[in-house]
């Protein structure tokens, strides 16, 4: 078919719905029409869409204009535009993503609301701007910076990782080369956390452990301590445990490299959580009751671990068979 309609309207149609991963919607299709590339007459327009029809390439025209076909034939003409005409194919989607990056609210609340940025980061990695989909509608618009809005307000965890999917080759250990180093170790960390978060547990592995050496790269302590403290979390959940020792303990050093008094406190309390797991209650004692002094130094209304290291140490306690003690913990905790 695409020698069949060499030169012809039909080629240009298919190629147009090539650059869609979706069903091409008529506004999106209205933009492309004033891209000279795909300029013609709506008589010919019509006729070309007619022909496509009755060729079983695309299914009826929607009454709103929506135009579909196969999603192997828009991966074919996608494949096919992308090598036959590149500058055309780029600007053809950087076109797309000013379109869809104007049809949502600055920061959309609902799903609905936000589907028009998902398009517009699909189509603004197609047009090579990996930098700008990620920081400005990615990280800007659609998480909202730390807030994570996607994630922590409407909990659409396959969501993300399909947004974030965009920018590597392959998925998950290698961003695409248009993002800066900062971004790349970011999306690598993020990708991970969806991972986790969706239990797909084993292929979170690779992409954690990749992202905290990428934040050791940068000297980025603080995230660095953090990023292997996740990976000893995900080892021990998985059952490596001397792997999670080693991640942990390495979490603990970079956590004293970046004087961060949070982050000081709390890997210690994963590196003993991993070594209770071991059965060296000894070392994991130890360790808890140093992150405890250190909590009693930097925090002084709150002397106690509380939170995920609090809870670290009631359990290692029930292990050791104190259960009065971890009730009083808890009673103190919650007053």
């Known amino acids: 078919y695409e020698k069949l309609f060499q030169n012809k309207p039909e080629l240009a149609v298919l ?13 999106a299709v209205a933009v492309l029409r004033k891209l000279p590339f795909f300029e013609m007459p709506d008589t010919k327009w019509k006729l070309a869409l007619h022909a496509l029809h009755e060729a079983r390439l695309i299914y009826e025209v929607a009454k709103d204009g929506e135009i579909d076909c196969h999603p192997l034939i ?10 036959s005409h590149r500058g055309t194919f780029k600007k053809a989607h950087s076109w797309l993503y000013e379109h869809y990056s104007a049809q949502a609210p600055k920061l959309p609340d609902t799903l609905k609301e936000m589907t028009p940025l998902f398009y ?5 990695c197609k047009a090579g701007l990996h930098e ?3 920081g400005e509608v990615y990280h800007d618009r659609i998480l909202r910076g730390r807030e994570a809005y996607l994630i922590h307000k409407l909990g659409v965890f396959g969501v993300n990782l399909s947004l974030l999917a965009n920018f590597f080759e392959p998925p998950w250990t290698k961003p695409v080369s248009g993002l800066k180093p900062n ?11 969806a991972l986790r978060a969706l239990g797909r547990l084993a292929e979170a592995v690779e992409p954690t452990k990749a992202g905290a050496e990428r934040r050791v790269d940068l000297q980025d302590w603080r995230n660095a301590a953090a990023s292997f403290s996740n990976l000893s979390e995900l080892q021990l959940t998985l059952g490596a445990v001397s792997d999670a020792i080693a991640s942990a303990r390495q979490s603990v050093e970079l ?3 970046s004087r961060d008094a949070f982050q000081r406190r709390g890997k210690r309390t994963a590196l003993a959580d991993a070594l209770h797991q071991s059965g060296d209650l000894a070392s994991a004692t130890r360790l808890l009751a140093e992150a405890e002094k250190m909590q009693a130094e930097d925090v002084p209304q709150y002397p106690i671990l509380a939170s995920v290291g609090g809870y670290r140490y009631c359990d290692l306690l029930l292990a050791e068979g104190a259960p009065a003690e971890a009730l009083r913990r808890a009673k103190e905790t919650i007053r």
């Open 132 to 134: 700008e989909a990620c």
């Open 183 to 193: 971004y790349q170790a970011w999306v690598i960390n993020t990708a991970a956390f």
């Open 15 to 27: 190629r147009m719905l090539g650059l869609f991963d979706r069903p091409a919607d008529a506004g």
């Open 255 to 257: 956590a004293d490299k």
């Open 74 to 83: 828009r991966e074919h003409f996608a494949d096919e535009f992308a090598k």
């Open 120 to 124: 517009a980061v699909y189509h603004g």
